[in-house]
T-cell receptor, first 115, second 114 residues
Framework: AQKVTQAQTEISVVEKEDVTLDCVYE???????LFWYKQPPSGELVFLIR??????QNEISGRYSWNFQKSTSSFNFTITASQVVDSAVYFC????????????FGGGTRVLVKP | DGGITQSPKYLFRKEGQNVTLSCEQN?????MYWYRQDPGQGLRLIYY???????QKGDIAEGYSVSREKKESFPLTVTSAQKNPTAFYLC?????????????FGSGTQLSVL
């Protein structure tokens, strides 16, 4: 069975501070994909990034960056110089080929950026 | 506009009543999914459909039913057997179930019990 754990339930920061969201996953399969989604107050989940299990290259996209480490089964997400618009719930998710590519979500981390 | 439309945005259910949540998509995606989100929790899969006229149970299917008569539509019925229906329900689609492409989500329906 697959499992995704986001230990931080809520993080509060002041604008311009950096914030790192932790994600730890469990799977016995060697072929899998990891995702991050953002859920703003409107409710709709917005896709941020997808990484496959064979590519541990870290990625930066604007103020967002991701750190994938297979050795620790972690896929952490950092927002640099946070802004009020970053306030949302962020979900980490795992998709395993052997399980029909259905997404297993973590519990989410609520980020509150104060001006 | 292209995308996924969920309606209504808010829905209230009386005891013993069945209610149906609508999900319509014009993305021409084969796969459609229903998730339930409880406060402070992640999304849990209720039902999914890989193709028209086919659907499978997810992790928490009890008390729910679905149909997939058209590619564009995947309605979810919350039956009276679902004793704790209050939650936020999200519909999602993917081009094909067999791929690891991203899911596209609707804006959700908040269901509450009167």
């Amino acid at each position: 069975a697959q499992k995704v754990t986001q230990a931080q339930t809520e993080i509060s920061v002041v604008e311009k501070e950096d914030v790192t969201l932790d994600c730890v996953y469990e799977t016995r399969d060697t072929t899998y994909y990891l995702f991050w989604y953002k859920q703003p107050p409107s409710g709709e989940l917005v896709f941020l990034i997808r990484r496959n299990s064979f590519d541990e290259q870290n990625e930066i996209s604007g103020r967002y960056s991701w750190n994938f480490q297979k050795s620790t089964s972690s896929f952490n997400f950092t927002i640099t110089a946070s802004q009020v618009v970053d306030s949302a719930v962020y979900f980490c998710a795992l998709s395993v080929k052997a399980a029909g590519n259905k997404l297993t979500f973590g519990g989410g981390t609520r980020v509150l950026v104060k001006p | 506009d292209g995308g996924i439309t969920q309606s209504p945005k808010y829905l209230f259910r009386k005891e013993g009543q069945n209610v149906t949540l609508s999900c319509e998509q014009n993305l021409n995606h084969d796969a459609m999914y229903w998730y339930r989100q409880d406060p402070g929790q992640g999304l849990r899969l209720i039902y999914y459909s890989q193709i028209v006229n086919d659907f499978q149970k997810g992790d928490i299917a009890e008390g729910y039913s679905v149909s997939r008569e058209k590619k564009e539509s995947f309605p979810l019925t919350v039956t009276s057997a679902q004793k704790n229906p209050t939650a936020f329900y999200l519909c999602a689609t993917k081009a094909a179930a067999s791929t690891n492409e991203k899911l596209f989500f609707g804006s959700g329906t908040q269901l509450s019990v009167l």
